[in-house]
């Protein structure tokens, strides 16, 4: 009767957590395409190009083919098929709109809460206690991001299956049964391979794996598992190699060097917002990480995985060992968090999304702690609840504030440079918008300081010099706009095409024309270009019109 009444309270505390989710994300599906939503889904020609062109596309690819002739080759690049599949089955059932997708994410998150719960409770053995890391999972206003934003989708999933293939892994493991176990193991690789092909984050599930065996002292017992999961990595990598050659297969070296000594500083700075969320905006800066903090991030890694490593030498258990599931949990998060470092090291940009499937370890460590705390009488169950119910609280009510940021893009981009006075990203972003609407003196003033606090953005400087060009001040447009061409390394095509309009303006149109050729040398496809040459141009050859 006691167990009966424990499952009903379970569903019961489950079945509250998603509704709490659908009241706080229901509006999300009003919301428009905001920021990577317009390349990569509303204007993205790939989604109803011929489907083999798209499977073969890079990220980068499918937010602009013309990206790397634009100078703007990133040092880290993904690979995420089943993303793009995902997004063109959207477009061919329900066209360019936003609310399916917007719903479609939101399911997806649903799913994933599930799932979160699920792996919880087969780890720490206990479906109640389960409820507050699957509450962190649906709650915290971390998440915001990938429910709200389209472009999310990519962490959605892949969280959602990495957590499946995860769960599975870890039940093959405890099966008796040789056709129950060979059929877990099965979904725990298909369902690893699907999330890889929505995003590289999901690597680490071996390693999340491997930590909850060995938290219950059965490493040795799951290396089948563990071995089959890593074929199925090897697997996906040369199917990846295969199909999209090395270009998309890692980071570069400098980038990746950097972002491994930075890993522990990242987490342990991931894991205070965790705490207490703060400062949330998609223009948070990622400060450079000093050597000296990294050294000591890795002491501390390497000596909690040395306290790990003699907690969890124990003979194997039935019961979970608390202190060896806070590890666990801890080195879930920081093995599901290091896949984003790379892109927060080379963009400079600490995005809230980056954590989302590590906050399921985050929640992990928590249960099993406080569970720990209460075992040893070191603070009254009932009170432990209550912080509990109160920090959960505090994250819904954070989250409530966070999700109408995502209503559209002047409201995003408004709270970035609200949040984040001093990010060149935030103003980047604001004074385009501003630009495209024609705001001029907003768009001023976002530009110029976009300039001002990061010389090198040529995609800011360009703007600046479309802006003056359309206000009138030729000299300062030639100006900046040289000046992007010259920080992009010659490459940015767009900036060449409005360096020809201002020459051409200035009444220098054979050089203007020179300028439009090159546009074109760079990005042949450049419609804008061709417009312009043939307004001013006598000849393809760029000779000036009479």
Request: glycine share 10%.
């Amino acid at each position: 009767m006691g167990s009966r009444r424990a499952r009903r309270w379970t569903a019961a505390g489950f079945a509250a957590i998603v509704g709490v989710y659908a009241a706080l994300y229901a509006r999300a599906a009003r919301f428009e395409f905001v920021w990577d939503d317009v390349p990569q889904v509303a204007r993205n020609p790939l989604l109803e190009a011929p489907l083999a062109a798209g499977l073969r596309a890079t990220q980068h690819d499918h937010l602009d083919p013309s990206l790397a002739s634009a100078g703007h080759a990133s040092p880290h690049e993904s690979y995420r098929p089943a993303l793009f599949v995902s997004h063109r089955l959207d477009v061919a059932l329900f066209g360019r709109r936003p609310g399916p997708m917007h719903l479609h994410n939101l399911l997806l998150g649903a799913l994933g809460i599930a799932a979160s719960g699920w792996l919880a409770r087969q780890a720490l053995g206990d479906g109640r206690l389960a409820l507050l890391p699957a509450a962190v999972y649906a709650l915290h206003p971390l998440q915001s991001e990938p429910f709200c934003y389209i472009s999310g989708r990519a962490d959605l999933a892949a969280g959602l299956f990495a957590l499946v293939s995860t769960g599975a892994a870890f039940a093959a493991t405890d099966a008796r049964k040789a056709g129950r176990r060979a059929a877990l193991l099965a979904a725990a690789c298909a369902t690893y391979a699907l999330a890889l092909g929505f995003k590289e984050s999901a690597a680490g599930v071996p390693a999340a794996v491997a930590l909850l065996l060995a938290a219950r002292g059965r490493l040795r017992s799951g290396v089948p598992v563990l071995a089959t999961l890593a074929a199925t990595l090897l697997a996906y990598a040369g199917a990846r190699l295969a199909l999209v050659g090395g270009g998309a297969t890692g980071v570069d070296p400098g980038i990746g060097s950097g972002a491994l000594l930075a890993l522990p500083v990242w987490s342990a700075r991931y894991l205070a917002l965790a705490i207490a969320p703060h400062d949330l905006s998609i223009a948070r800066s990622a400060a450079p990480v000093a050597g000296v903090l990294a050294v000591a991030g890795w002491a501390a890694v390497l000596g909690g995985a040395a306290l790990f490593g003699l907690r969890v030498t124990r003979a194997e258990r039935r019961q979970p060992d608390d202190p060896a599931l806070v590890g666990a949990g801890l080195g879930i998060a920081t093995v599901f968090l290091a896949p984003a470092v790379p892109a927060v090291l080379s963009t400079g940009i600490a995005a809230d999304r980056y954590v989302h499937l590590a906050l399921f370890g985050v929640g992990l460590a928590a249960a099993a702690g406080g569970r720990e705390v209460a075992r040893r009488g070191w603070l009254d169950p009932k009170l432990l609840a209550a912080a509990a119910v109160a920090w959960l609280a505090l994250l819904a009510a954070v989250t409530v504030r966070q999700v109408p940021v995502w209503r559209d893009s002047g409201t995003l981009y408004g709270h970035a440079v609200a949040t984040a006075p001093e990010s060149a990203s935030g103003h980047y972003l604001a004074g385009t918008l501003a630009l495209k609407e024609h705001h001029n003196g907003e768009a001023l003033h976002h530009l110029q300081r976009a300039v001002s606090l990061d010389p090198a953005d040529f995609r800011s400087a360009n703007n600046l010099g479309v802006l003056y060009r359309r206000l009138g001040r030729l000299e300062d447009a030639e100006r900046v706009t040289r000046h992007a061409i010259e920080t992009s390394g010659g490459r940015h095509y767009r900036a060449w095409n409005n360096l020809g309009a201002v020459l051409v303006q200035r009444g220098r149109v054979g050089d203007g024309c020179a300028a439009l050729a090159r546009a074109l040398h760079l990005n042949p496809a450049y419609r804008v270009a061709h417009e312009n040459r043939a307004r001013w141009c006598a000849s393809e050859a760029g000779e000036p019109a009479a």
